[in-house]
C-alpha cells in the first residue's frame, strides 16, 4: 500500500536549537518527495520538493531534507530554529505521471519554546 | 503567493445540502486537484483534473464531483453533504501532469451543521 508515516505527532523545540522531522514513505513508483508547511487556518506552502538528483535538497526559509532511497526516507532538516518556524509540517509523496495527486502524511506539529 | 485562488473562504450548510467550490489557478496550469483536510488530519486526495477530463481519484464517494473548464479554473460539488464533509478543502494546480511543482490555494473551510 502507498503511504507516508510521520512518525512525531507533536515537537517541541527551543528556539535556536536544531530540528529534524521524519518522514518515511512507501511508494510502488520511482518517488517524488515534498515537504509543505501548514500555519494555522492557511493553506499550504511548499518548503522543498526532491525529483531526482542530488539528494540533499535546499529549500526556502533555511530547511533541506535528505532523500535516503535504502531507507525509504525524506527527513527535513533546519540547523537553527526561529520562533516563526512553529507550524504543522507535511510530507508527501507523488510520481510523475501522478501529475497533482499527492499522499500526504499526518502531519507533525512544531513548536518553538523561548 | 502561489497564484491558486479558491473561493468562498468559508461557508456553513446543513445536512443534506449541496455545495460547490471553486479554484482559479495559475496561466498555464492544465492539472488542477482537490483535497479534503479534515481537523489535524492530512490532507487526503479526492480527485485530479488534466485538460477538463478527470484522470485519478482518491477514495470518495461519487457525491464528489467536479469540473474543469477551459480556462483551466475547476469546481468541487458535493452533494447531499453530511455532517462529517466539515473540513478544508485545498485545491493544488501544476503546469501539466508530468512532475512539476505543486501549488496549494488557501482553501475554503466547509462547515456542514
Known amino acids: 500500500a502507498q503511504s507516508v508515516t510521520q512518525p512525531d505527532i507533536h515537537i517541541t523545540v527551543s528556539e535556536g536549537a536544531s530540528l529534524e522531522l521524519r518522514c518515511n514513505y512507501s511508494y510502488g513508483a520511482t518517488p517524488y518527495l515534498f515537504w509543505y508547511v501548514q500555519s494555522p487556518g492557511q493553506g499550504l506552502q511548499l518548503l522543498l520538493k526532491?525529483?531526482?538528483?542530488?539528494?540533499l535538497v535546499q529549500g526556502i526559509k533555511g530547511f533541506e531534507a535528505e532523500f535516503k532511497r535504502s531507507q525509504s526516507s525524506f527527513n527535513l532538516r533546519k540547523p537553527s530554529v526561529h520562533w516563526s518556524d512553529a507550524a504543522e509540517y507535511f510530507c508527501?509523496?507523488?510520481?510523475?505521471?501522478?501529475?497533482?495527486?499527492?499522499?500526504f502524511g499526518k502531519g507533525t506539529t512544531l513548536s518553538v519554546s523561548s | 503567493e502561489t497564484g491558486v485562488t479558491q473561493s468562498p473562504t468559508h461557508l456553513i450548510k446543513t445536512r443534506g445540502q449541496q455545495v460547490t467550490l471553486r479554484c482559479s489557478s495559475q496561466s498555464g496550469h492544465n492539472t488542477v486537484s482537490w483535497y479534503q483536510q479534515a481537523l489535524g488530519q492530512g490532507p487526503q486526495f479526492i480527485f485530479q483534473?488534466?485538460?477538463?477530463?478527470?484522470?485519478g481519484r482518491g477514495n470518495f464517494p461519487p457525491r464528489f464531483s467536479g469540473l474543469q473548464f477551459p480556462n483551466y479554473s475547476s469546481e468541487l460539488n458535493v452533494n447531499a453533504l453530511e455532517l462529517d464533509d466539515s473540513a478544508l478543502y485545498l485545491c493544488?494546480?501544476?503546469?501539466?501532469?508530468?512532475?512539476?511543482?505543486?501549488?496549494f490555494g488557501e482553501g475554503s473551510w466547509l462547515t456542514v451543521v
Open positions: 526532491y525529483f531526482s538528483g542530488d539528494t
Open positions: 483534473y488534466y485538460r477538463e477530463e478527470e484522470n
Open positions: 508527501a509523496v507523488g510520481a510523475r505521471q501522478a501529475g497533482t495527486a499527492l499522499i
Open positions: 493544488a494546480s501544476s503546469q501539466d501532469r508530468e512532475g512539476n511543482t505543486i501549488y
